[in-house]
C-alpha cells in the first residue's frame, strides 16, 4: 500500500435496485468525523444495483485507484463482491481490501480463509473498527491488533478481540446531516435505534445484539426535518426490526410523522409486531403516513415456533390483521417455507392461514439459513441441511426433502401470483 | 388456499378430447340467473372470489354486466374459463381486464397445434388459445394490472405422453399456474409417471402444477401437486 497521504478510500456497496447503502452512509461519515484520520483519507462511496456484472463492479472501483476498498456484505450480493475482490486484486495487487457486514462478520475466519483477495473483515458495527483499521493502515501498523478486525499475521488467519458496541449512538454523525448520503429518487432509510427484542433463530436483523440502543429523539426528528423539507423527500424506509417497539415510541414517532403525512410524505412498508395492533395503534399509524406493514408470522406450526424460538398467538394475530385493515394499513403476511420443525402439512396450513387472513399482501420465502444466527449454529442438532455458499437456501429438513421444498416454494409463488391478482 | 365460488355460466362448446367424447353444445344461461347465482355466493361469503365457468363466459352476451355486477357486489377476484378463442383479438383482453378480470384459466390438450387441433377437433385451435393468453399478459402489462393466468391442460390417453411438453410451451407462454384435470378414465397406475413428469417440469420451471382428478397415491413422492394454489368450489377439474 502507497504511503503518501492523502489514503483514497473506496466503500463500494452492491445494493438493492434504487437503494443506497445507509451502512456505508455510517461508516463514511464516522471516519469522516476521525481527527486522526483528517486530512490524511479521502472517501469516494460508489453505490451499485446487486446486480451489476462483478468486472464491471472491478472496473469501476479500479477507476477509482482506492489504496483501501471496503465492500458492505450481505448474503445477497456476498458472491458478486467475492468475484469482484478477486478480479480488483489482479487489476491493483496492492489494494487492501476490507469486507464487513451480516455475511461476513459472524464467520470472519472461514471467509478470510476462502476469499484470498480480502486483506481483512470487520466483525460487529463497522464504524469505529472501521476508522481505527484506516489510521492503524496510515501509520504502517498491523491490522490484526485492531479490535473487532480478523485479519493475517505471516498468513496466518487472526482475530482481535471483539470491539465493545457503541454506547451512545449519537457519537455516530449523521450521514444525512452531514452531507455524506443523499436520497435517492425521493426516498430515504431511517434507522431509529439498534438491535431486536426477539430472539428469532432464523433472523440476524439484530445483528445478534439483544440489547436495544436508540438514536436520540432529537437526532432523529433533525434527519427526518433535513430530508423531508431541504431534500424533498416523500418516502421514508424505517429500518427498524419492530416500528411498534414500545407503544411510548409508537406515540412519538407519530408525532413527528403526522405534520409531515398532512403534506403528503408517506412511510414504506414498515416492520410491526402485528399482535401489538389495536384499533388506537393502527389509527396511529395511519396519521404518521403508514400505508402498509410487514409482519409474520413466518410459520402457524407449533413445533417450527417452537425451535425457532418465536411466539405466535393465533386470535391476536388475527385482530391485529383486522384492527389494520379497517384503519386502511394493508399488511404484508410473511412465511418462511423450511424452517426447522414444520412438516409440508404445516406450511400449507400457514399458506391457508394468511391466504384465509385476506391481509393484502402475502410474501413466502424460502429459509436462508444466515451465518451469526440461532439456526446457523444448531443446523446438525436440528435437522438443517443448507448451501454453505451464500445466501445459504435450505437445502431439506429433517420434516421436509429437498425436492418437496423446492415444490413448495413453487407452489407459495402462484400463490402470491394469484392472492396479487385482485381487484 | 384462494377460494372461489364456481358460477358456470353454460353455453359454448368446451374444449375436450373429441377422441374421447364429442363435446356437448348447451345453451347460455340468462343473465338473471347468473345475476341470482351471484348474490347467492357473495351475500353467504362477502369478499370471496367468483369463478364464471362452464364453457365459455368470453361468449356470452352479458359477460361485462355480469362482471361488473360481481365486482359491484363486493368479489375480491374475477376468474373464468376460456379457450383462448376470444382473446386473440388484444381489445377484447384490454377490454376483459378493464372490466376486472383478474385471473384467466385458458385450457389445453397438447403442446403444439400439431398435438392439440387434433384432439380439439378445430384447426388452429392451438394458435388462438397461445395468442389468447399472450394478448392477456401483454394487456396487463400495457394497462399495469396484476394478472394471473393459469393453464388448464384436460388430460386423457391421447395427450399423456406429451404432458412435459405441455406444461413446458405454458411455462415458456408465462402462465402462473398450471392445473392437470385428469379424465375420470384415466388408468392412475399406468398414467401417474407421465403425470408426474409434467409436474416436475413445472417445478425446474417455476410454474407450480396442480393435479385434480388423480388419487394422491398415485402421484407417489409428488403427491403434493394434488394442492392448488387456488379451491374452486363445486367445480370437478
Known amino acids: 500500500m502507497s504511503n503518501g497521504p492523502p489514503q483514497k478510500v473506496a466503500l463500494v456497496g452492491l445494493n438493492s435496485p434504487g437503494y443506497r447503502s445507509l451502512a456505508l452512509g455510517y461508516v463514511r461519515a464516522y471516519a469522516q468525523a476521525d481527527s486522526r484520520l483528517a486530512g490524511k483519507s479521502g472517501f469516494m462511496t460508489l453505490d451499485l444495483d446487486v446486480t451489476v456484472d462483478p468486472w464491471w463492479v472491478a472496473y469501476r472501483v479500479a477507476a477509482l485507484e482506492p489504496e483501501v476498498v471496503g465492500f458492505s456484505v450481505t448474503c445477497w450480493n456476498a458472491r458478486s463482491i467475492y468475484d469482484a475482490c478477486r478480479l480488483l486484486k489482479k487489476i491493483l495487487p496492492d489494494v487492501f481490501i476490507v469486507v464487513g457486514g451480516p455475511e461476513v462478520a459472524p464467520i470472519a475466519e472461514q471467509v478470510l480463509k476462502a476469499q484470498p483477495a480480502i486483506d481483512a473483515v470487520v466483525r460487529g458495527e463497522g464504524e469505529e473498527t472501521f476508522a481505527e483499521l484506516l489510521s492503524v493502515l496510515l501509520r504502517g501498523r498491523s491490522p490484526w491488533r485492531v479490535e473487532g478486525v480478523t485479519a493475517r499475521r505471516d498468513g496466518e488467519v487472526v482475530s482481535a478481540p471483539d470491539r465493545v458496541l457503541i454506547g451512545d449512538l449519537d457519537s455516530i454523525p449523521s450521514p444525512y446531516l452531514t452531507g455524506v448520503l443523499e436520497s435517492v429518487e425521493g426516498s430515504a432509510y431511517i434507522e431509529t435505534y439498534r438491535g431486536c427484542p426477539h430472539r428469532c433463530g432464523y433472523c440476524f436483523e439484530g445483528k445478534g445484539f439483544s440489547r436495544i440502543r436508540s438514536f436520540s429523539k432529537e437526532r432523529v426528528e433533525a434527519e427526518i426535518a433535513h430530508l423531508a423539507s431541504a431534500a424533498g423527500i416523500l418516502l421514508f424506509s424505517f429500518i427498524d426490526p419492530v416500528f411498534n417497539l414500545t407503544p411510548e415510541r409508537l406515540g412519538w414517532l407519530t408525532g413527528v410523522m403526522e405534520p409531515y403525512a398532512r403534506d403528503g410524505v408517506r412511510l414504506h412498508t414498515i416492520e410491526v409486531d402485528i399482535e401489538r395492533i389495536g384499533s388506537d395503534e393502527a389509527a396511529m399509524l395511519r396519521r404518521a403516513g403508514v400505508a402498509s406493514v410487514e409482519t409474520g408470522p413466518q410459520s402457524v406450526g407449533e413445533r417450527a415456533l417452537e425451535v425457532c424460538r418465536r411466539s405466535f398467538d393465533r386470535e391476536r394475530f388475527v385482530a391485529g390483521v383486522s384492527a389494520a385493515k379497517a384503519a386502511g394499513i394493508s399488511v404484508e403476511c410473511d412465511l418462511i417455507i423450511g424452517l426447522p420443525g414444520d412438516t409440508a402439512a404445516d406450511v400449507l396450513a400457514g399458506m391457508r392461514f394468511v391466504a384465509d387472513l385476506d391481509p393484502g399482501a402475502l410474501q413466502m420465502s424460502t429459509l436462508h439459513v444466515l451465518p451469526g444466527t440461532d439456526l446457523w449454529q444448531r443446523a446438525d442438532e436440528v435437522g438443517l441441511a443448507f448451501d454453505p455458499a451464500p445466501p445459504h437456501e435450505v437445502v431439506s429438513t429433517g420434516e421436509i426433502t429437498f425436492g418437496d421444498l423446492r415444490r413448495l416454494e413453487v407452489m407459495g409463488n402462484a400463490l402470491m401470483d394469484h392472492y396479487r391478482a385482485r381487484l | ?237
Not at chain 2, 373429441?18 to 348474490?39: K, N, Q, T
Not at chain 2, 362477502?46 to 368470453?58: M, Q, T
Not at chain 2, 378493464?98 to 385450457?107: F, L, W, Y
Not at chain 2, 399478459?137 to 388448464?152: F, H, K, Q, Y
Open chain 2, 1 to 237: 388456499m384462494l377460494v372461489f365460488h364456481n358460477i358456470p355460466f353454460g353455453g359454448g362448446d368446451e374444449v375436450s378430447c373429441r377422441r374421447c367424447a364429442a363435446g356437448g353444445v348447451s345453451a347460455p344461461l340468462a343473465m338473471a340467473a347468473l345475476m341470482r347465482h351471484i348474490d347467492a355466493v357473495l351475500g353467504a361469503a362477502p369478499r370471496v372470489g367468483v369463478f364464471f365457468s362452464d364453457v365459455g363466459p368470453l361468449d356470452h352476451p352479458d359477460l361485462p354486466c355480469l362482471v361488473d355486477y360481481a365486482a359491484r357486489a363486493g368479489a375480491s377476484r374475477i376468474a373464468l374459463r376460456t379457450s383462448g378463442r376470444s382473446l386473440t383479438d388484444s381489445a377484447a383482453a384490454v377490454s376483459l381486464l378493464r372490466g376486472g378480470v383478474r385471473i384467466v384459466e385458458v385450457t389445453f390438450l397438447g403442446s403444439c397445434a400439431e398435438a392439440h387441433d387434433p384432439l380439439a377437433g378445430t384447426p388452429g385451435a392451438f394458435k388462438a388459445a397461445a395468442t389468447g393468453v399472450g394478448n392477456l399478459l401483454d394487456a396487463a402489462e400495457t394497462l399495469g394490472v396484476r394478472v394471473a393466468v393459469r393453464g388448464r391442460v384436460r388430460v386423457c390417453r391421447h395427450n399423456l405422453q406429451d404432458l412435459p411438453a405441455t406444461v413446458m410451451r405454458l411455462a415458456e407462454m408465462g402462465v402462473s399456474s398450471i392445473l392437470l384435470a385428469c379424465d375420470s378414465a384415466l388408468d392412475s397406475r399406468r398414467s401417474g409417471d407421465w403425470v408426474a413428469a409434467g409436474c416436475d417440469t413445472g417445478t425446474v420451471n417455476r410454474v407450480w402444477v396442480a393435479v385434480s382428478g388423480m388419487d394422491r397415491d398415485a402421484l407417489g413422492d409428488k403427491a403434493l401437486h394434488a394442492f392448488d394454489a387456488i379451491t374452486i368450489s363445486g367445480v370437478d377439474g
